[in-house]
């Protein structure tokens, strides 16, 4: 009955393979069928069955994987790999079931219409666009940062927990749904992920889980970056796989935010991306652009460098390297710079009058 089992299982994988490759060159029946319709149910579900611990199951079942690889491969070498036919089907059958779990619970995303078309929005942009948008946002970066320490020169701190910064991340999606209805966040479901040192180590500071829907947040990075974190994996949650859609709904939910601690997190955040493209067309211009952000403004910047800085190892390259042929796999063919593209969004949606900075 097992090998029977095992030989469907196996059998469905290369079936599978060609319906997601179907799906991937049909984004609107995605978007349609799956991001509206299924994946929203499925979503809800997952968050209310795991979102109340207290714990992370996502990360157990990680570490449940891991152990049961080790011992088959322990097995494996003990036999001298004997039987290629049986621990074959068992590889083959393993993922398939992974490959059908991965897709159906969130990974089917990675293939919906891009962001820019839903709000349809011009892709591209113009350098004086990018110069321009960049000198709004740090107009509105050096406000908030004398609003918050009434002095130009200090450095912003925040004094919001773990748990506030996950409450005021939902209030952020509330606000944007009655704008766009399917941003609305329900069930919460944020975790710190039992991996934050390893994390930190590699360089990420969050991800999703895509069997259990749980937002993962590397809970070792500072409250100034924390709160995007928080909003990047949560977008995920909601549906948008691709870094950056997450990323800028991130920008979205917390620009917008009636909490300026929020706003300021928001701001710095997209101005790191777009005087980073600046820097990279122009970098004269971008130097300039630099030197008109306020003392403190700059410190924030600074503690951050540092703290990831205090974690580099040879190591971090190669995970970085592996994501980024992960993101390749899944519709981004930009590896982990998929997460630049933030600034085309950013960029075009303010420049339409009904979205204004």
């Given at each position: 009955m097992k090998t029977k089992l095992r030989l469907i299982s196996a059998a469905l994988l290369p079936i599978q393979i060609v319906v997601v490759s179907y799906l991937a060159q049909h984004?609107?029946?995605?978007?349609?069928?799956?991001?509206?319709?299924?994946?929203?149910?499925?979503?809800?579900?997952?968050?209310?069955?795991f979102g109340w611990l207290p714990f992370s199951v996502g990360d157990l079942l990680y570490l449940v994987f891991g152990f049961i690889l080790i011992y088959w491969v322990i097995r494996r070498f003990k036999t001298r790999f004997r039987h290629p036919k049986r621990w074959g089907l068992q590889l083959v059958s393993a993922a398939s079931v992974l490959y059908f779990c991965f897709h159906f619970f969130w990974g089917l995303n990675y293939y919906r219409l891009p962001l820019y078309q839903s709000l349809q929005l011009d892709p591209q942009y113009s350098h004086q666009e990018l110069v321009d948008f960049t000198k709004q946002l740090i107009k509105k970066t050096n406000l908030l940062q004398a609003q918050l320490t009434a002095n130009d020169s200090l450095k912003v701190n925040f004094p919001l927990s773990d748990k506030t910064i996950d409450s005021l991340a939902i209030v952020g999606y509330r606000q944007l749904a009655q704008t766009y209805p399917h941003l609305r966040y329900?069930?919460?479901?944020?975790?710190?992920?039992?991996?934050?040192?390893?994390?930190?180590?590699?360089?990420?500071?969050?991800?999703?889980?895509?069997?259990?829907?749980?937002?993962?947040?590397?809970?070792?990075v500072p409250p100034f970056r924390l709160i995007t974190v928080t909003a990047h994996e949560m977008a995920h949650q909601l549906g948008f796989a691709k870094e950056n859609e997450a990323n800028f709904i991130a920008c979205l939910n917390t620009m917008n935010h009636h909490n300026p601690y929020f706003r300021y997190s928001g701001y710095t955040f997209a101005l790191q991306y777009c005087l980073n493209e600046v820097y990279i067309e122009n970098p004269t211009q971008g130097k300039k652009l630099r030197r008109t952000l306020h003392p403190g403004v700059l410190?924030?910047?600074?503690?951050?460098?540092?703290?990831?800085?205090?974690?580099?190892?040879?190591?971090?390259?190669?995970?970085?390297?592996?994501?980024?042929?992960?993101?390749?796999?899944?519709?981004?063919?930009?590896?982990?710079?998929?997460?630049?593209?933030?600034?085309?969004?950013?960029?075009?949606?303010?420049?339409?009058?009904?979205?204004?900075?």
């Open positions: 984004p609107g029946l995605t978007e349609a069928y799956y991001s509206h319709g299924i994946f929203p149910i499925v979503g809800k579900i997952e968050r209310f069955l329900r069930l919460k479901s944020i975790k710190s992920s039992l991996f934050s040192l390893p994390l930190t180590y590699m360089g990420f500071s969050g991800y999703i889980n895509p069997l259990t829907n749980e937002a993962q947040v590397n809970s070792k410190k924030n910047f600074r503690d951050l460098r540092q703290f990831w800085r205090a974690y580099q190892n040879p190591l971090e390259p190669f995970f970085k390297l592996f994501y980024g042929q992960y993101l390749k796999a899944n519709n981004q063919p930009k590896g982990i710079q998929s997460y630049n593209y933030v600034v085309a969004l950013l960029v075009n949606y303010y420049q339409d009058t009904h979205h204004q900075l």
